[in-house]
């Protein structure tokens, strides 16, 4: 670090928690498990600036996979490096007494209200929640960020709303970051599994072993039969209409450019959506491709901090995990002076090297975990949304 505690190329100032994780950020998180308890939990969201609000508007009657699905996110963003604490909110009792278990069970400081508690009444509910959770806030202002080593970050990577210069220049920008990260001993995810479509091969032979190249190669078939089964044609929905008024032609093209983002490096595993990753390396992670629930995928996997490109624009942003964007389009770049964190524009244009640009990507990051706000933490442009598989009872 240097002598006034900015962040360096070897590290970043961050939050040490309990368990021996970092965060970036030091949240208290505000979750409504269900949505009969959303309105109660937005309440004391809004009294409470500094807290972070997350509503689930799904639980009564799910089951089996949707079930298994949501309880993963749940259990992830609570137990998040950028989370100092968690208050859990909802109508029922066990199954939340039972997230509050598994939570704590983490090492995690967590407490939970259930409305059926508080005499049904939704301004009681309001009031114990915002007087328990201004005292919760209270208590983890007092964490301080200290000195860690680069090996402590956890990075996904994201595109949205692309065109060519995504993968012309911003995605390997990106990819030159995660190989950095990757050889520093840190960790990094990568999502949108029908963003593999057509670049799947070339995935599978940086694959650790045979067994995660062709999973690789059996995520990107199961979601493209999928599509086939439900009637959908591919011409034309991905690349989607923004992608091709901006001059991407085919998947494969668009593909091609989205796994750029990944690097170089070895993956060494593959995991379902939302499923926590625990140790250093390159991952992949098989999910929808659309931003808002992609984001939540690799958020609850860990990642304290997200590098999201894009080509026309994309003011998305996770909740929970500050959103670093770039965008190499030099239109782009010049307009939305407000959403873009990093101009990567000289890239494409000639003016600026790869591996220049890729140090000052780097230095732009490590402010960010070391505190210094996104134009996405900025305007509150952040939600978190878990995705919904089937049917409930």
Known sequence: MTANGSAT?????????ADGSVGVRNYLL???VGHLTGPSA???????????LVMLPYWGGMVGADRELSIRHIEGFCTHPNVGAALLIGSDGPRLQELLARVTAAGRLAQALCLDDCEHDALVLSDRALRMGAGILRDISRQRRVPVP??????????????PSSGIASNPLIGHVADALVDAGGRVVFGETMEWLGAEHLLARRAISSEVGASLVGAVRRREELAVLNGVDLVGDNPNPTNVAAGISTIEEKSLGSVAKSGSRLIDGIVPMGARIDRPGLFAM??????????SGLVASGAQIVLFSTGV???YVSQLAPTVKLSANPAAAAVLRQQLDYDASGVLLGTLEPPQAARALMEVLLEVASGSLTWGEVLDEGDEVVSRIGEAL
């Open 313 to 315: 624009g994309n003011s």
């Open 150 to 163: 680069l090996s402590a970050l956890f990075l996904g990577v994201k595109c949205g709303r692309s065109d």
């Open 286 to 295: 098989d999910g929808p491709a659309y931003s808002p629930e992609s984001l």
């Open 9 to 17: 190329p070897d590290g970043f100032l961050g939050y040490v928690r």
């Open 42 to 52: 937005r309440r004391v969201a809004r009294a409470l600036p500094l807290a972070r």
């Open 30 to 32: 505000i979750l409504s």
